[in-house]
Nanobody
Framework: VQLQASGGGLVQAGDSLGLSCAAS????????IYWFRQAPGKEREFVAG????????DYADSVKGRFTIYRANAESMVDLQMNSLKPEDTAVYYC??????????????????WGKGTQVTVSS
């Protein structure tokens, strides 16, 4: 599975922004897709995840209620809708694929494939 994240940009605090993760590969629907982010000087952290059939989702506490993850398997896409953005959301955002969906095993080392990141900058 090859992944490509897009949609980043510069926005103001309180604005909304949508990210997209486009995938190639006929087995896309069998993979759970996750979003991670990495701010300067910080470790890459989990943001959101969605199971292959979109039955289950999971969010980091810091984004719960503000971010929503969607997927469209027919289009091999996973979107991350980000509302009420805060300056602390500023980071490079990455999408990743894992062979199983898990609320326990969702660290960067648990992922099988990664896309290149997209920068999100939220000004105060």
């Amino acid at each position: 599975v090859q992944l490509q994240a897009s949609g980043g940009g510069l926005v103001q605090a309180g604005d909304s922004l949508g990210l997209s993760c486009a995938a190639s590969g006929r087995t896309f629907s069998t993979y759970a897709i996750y979003w991670f982010r990495q701010a300067p000087g910080k470790e890459r952290e989990f943001v959101a995840g969605i199971s292959g059939a979109a039955t289950f989702t999971d969010y980091a506490d810091s984004v719960k209620g503000r971010f929503t993850i969607y997927r469209a398997n027919a289009e091999s896409m996973v979107d991350l809708q980000m509302n009420s953005l805060k300056p602390e959301d500023t980071a490079v955002y990455y999408c990743a694929a894992g062979r199983t969906f898990s609320r326990l095993y969702k660290s960067p080392g648990d992922m099988d494939y990664w896309g290149k990141g997209t920068q999100v900058t939220v000004s105060s």
